[in-house]
């Protein structure tokens, strides 16, 4: 029987929550694909602070580090802002295992299904069907760009600075990503940067030009100005399949497509390095707001499992069956608050999962 080593950090607010019901579809797959989890639990953010005074602690970074897929929850809370030294806040415990890790390319579908289509802010006929992932570099670019900082000014005032900065081989390594992806998928990707205005923007399209017809000109490749691309996002959403781009423009980009498509309770992430571990988690939050209250929204958390088993585990037949059994559960009418709408029926967080172990089973 394959073996798998799956290191789980729930973290923070929800987090705990929302992975009880991942660790029930885990068992399913279990039983189902004929593999075996082998699972450690660790903790990560404000949780592993109260405990060891680190949001990361070497310990739970080195089996993070020896497992093959790592699956989060979500990390901070108001108990923890402005209340603990910046570099121990929780989300600091995030960021040091992407670091680590050097988790540079962030997956991000956009999928719209049918079910939510009248929860989007677009008309139905745009969203409906709708699936497009962003391929966001990680790990460089303006948020880690060096020199950086607030300056006093000789003659008074101040500056900010940060800098846009990539390198060729930044830039060759996530556009292979993407191209790979597109591979799998419908074979086009589109390339977002601001070559008008930035040379980085500039060497972004020549890099992407010349890997692409050195090796991937049997996908269909377009350069899009990331301004246009926000324009095209919420006019025609659905001409897109694989969009590739950078640190600040995938963080704009991907949560403007977020919000296409229903709410932050449905939106699952992958990072991916090179060749180590995965790190796979919703894109939301924390939601102390509604934390312990059986009200949080599963299905991110259980997509990024999916998500999991497609990316890191080999295992796309699972996945498959996974995503559809989320499909099917929006079908039958069960909808956590942040997607309730009229004629549906609401249910909590572990009523959903009640609803997914149903659907998978049948
Ligand atoms: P959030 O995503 O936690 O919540 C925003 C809103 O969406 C809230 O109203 C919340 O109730 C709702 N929401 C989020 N996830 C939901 C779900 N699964 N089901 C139903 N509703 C859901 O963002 P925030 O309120 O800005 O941040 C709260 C904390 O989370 C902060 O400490 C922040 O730093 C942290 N945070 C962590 C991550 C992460 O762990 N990757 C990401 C974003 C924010």
């Given at each position: 029987?394959?073996?798998?080593?799956?290191?789980?950090?729930?973290?923070?607010?929800?987090?705990?929550?929302?992975?009880?019901?991942?660790?029930?579809?885990?068992?399913?797959?279990?039983?189902?694909?004929?593999?075996?989890?082998?699972?450690?639990?660790?903790?990560?953010?404000?949780?592993?602070?109260?405990?060891?005074?680190?949001?990361?602690?070497?310990?739970?970074?080195?089996?993070?580090?020896?497992?093959?897929?790592?699956?989060?929850?979500?990390?901070?809370?108001?108990?923890?802002?402005?209340?603990?030294?910046?570099?121990?806040?929780?989300?600091?415990?995030?960021?040091?295992?992407?670091?680590?890790?050097?988790?540079?390319?962030?997956?991000?579908?956009?999928?719209?299904?049918?079910?939510?289509?009248?929860?989007s802010?677009?008309?139905?006929?745009?969203?409906?069907?709708?699936?497009?992932?962003?391929?966001?570099?990680?790990?460089g670019?303006?948020?880690?760009?060096?020199p950086?900082?607030?300056?006093?000014?000789?003659?008074?005032?101040?500056?900010?600075?940060?800098?846009?900065?990539?390198?060729?081989?930044?830039?060759?390594?996530?556009?292979?990503?993407?191209?790979?992806?597109?591979?799998?998928?419908?074979?086009?990707?589109?390339?977002?940067?601001?070559?008008?205005?930035?040379?980085?923007?500039?060497?972004?399209?020549?890099?992407?030009?010349?890997?692409?017809?050195?090796?991937?000109?049997?996908?269909?490749?377009?350069?899009?100005?990331?301004?246009n691309?926000?324009?095209?996002?919420?006019?025609?959403?659905?001409q897109?399949?694989?969009?590739?781009?950078?640190?600040?423009?995938?963080?704009?980009?991907?949560?403007?497509?977020?919000?296409?498509?229903?709410?932050?309770?449905?939106?699952?992430?992958?990072?991916?390095?090179n060749?180590?571990?995965?790190?796979?988690?919703?894109v939301?939050?924390?939601?102390?707001?509604?934390?312990?209250?059986?009200?949080?929204?599963?299905?991110?958390?259980?997509?990024?499992?999916?998500?999991?088993?497609?990316?890191?585990?080999?295992?796309?037949?699972?996945?498959?069956?996974?995503?559809?059994?989320?499909?099917?559960?929006?079908?039958?009418?069960?909808?956590?608050?942040?997607?309730?709408?009229?004629?549906?029926?609401?249910?909590?967080?572990?009523?959903?999962?009640?609803?997914?172990?149903?659907?998978?089973?049948?």
């Open positions: 029987m394959t073996s798998h080593k799956i290191t789980i950090l729930p973290g923070d607010g929800i987090g705990p929550e929302i992975m009880r019901e991942v660790r029930r579809v885990m068992n399913w797959v279990e039983y189902a694909f004929d593999v075996s989890f082998n699972v450690t639990e660790g903790l990560i953010g404000g949780c592993s602070y109260e405990e060891h005074g680190e949001p990361l602690t070497d310990n739970t970074l080195s089996i993070a580090r020896a497992s093959d897929a790592i699956l989060m929850g979500a990390v901070g809370g108001p108990q923890w802002d402005g209340k603990v030294e910046y570099a121990k806040r929780p989300e600091a415990g995030l960021l040091r295992l992407r670091k680590e890790l050097d988790l540079f390319a962030n997956l991000r579908p956009a999928m719209c299904f049918d079910a939510l289509a009248d929860a802010s677009l008309k139905h006929e745009l969203v409906a069907g709708l699936d497009i992932l962003f391929v966001r570099e990680l790990a670019g303006v948020y880690f760009g060096e950086r900082g607030i300056e006093d000014l000789p003659g008074g005032g101040r500056v900010g600075i940060n800098t846009q900065r990539y390198t060729d081989v930044e830039i060759i390594r996530i556009s292979r990503v993407a191209f790979d992806m597109a591979r799998k998928r419908s074979g086009r990707v589109h390339s977002a940067e601001k070559s008008n205005v930035m040379e980085s923007g500039l060497l972004w399209r020549e890099e992407v030009t010349k890997l692409h017809a050195a090796e991937y000109s049997d996908v269909a490749l377009e350069h899009i100005l990331a301004d691309c926000v324009m095209q996002l919420v006019k025609a959403p659905k897109f399949d694989v969009i590739l781009t950078d640190n600040l423009f995938g963080d704009l980009l991907s949560d403007a497509a977020a919000m296409l498509t229903g709410s932050l309770g449905m939106l699952p992430s992958a990072s991916l390095g060749g180590g571990p995965g790190l796979y988690e919703p939301h939050g924390s939601a102390p707001d509604i934390a312990g209250q059986n009200l949080a929204n599963p299905i991110a958390a259980v997509l990024s499992f999916a998500m999991a088993l497609r990316y890191s585990l080999d295992m796309g037949d699972a996945a498959d069956q996974v995503e559809a059994a989320i499909a099917k559960t929006l079908e039958t009418g069960a909808r956590t608050p942040d997607i309730w709408s009229e004629g549906t029926r609401r249910v909590g967080t572990h009523e959903m999962g009640d609803a997914i172990m149903t659907a998978l089973k049948s």
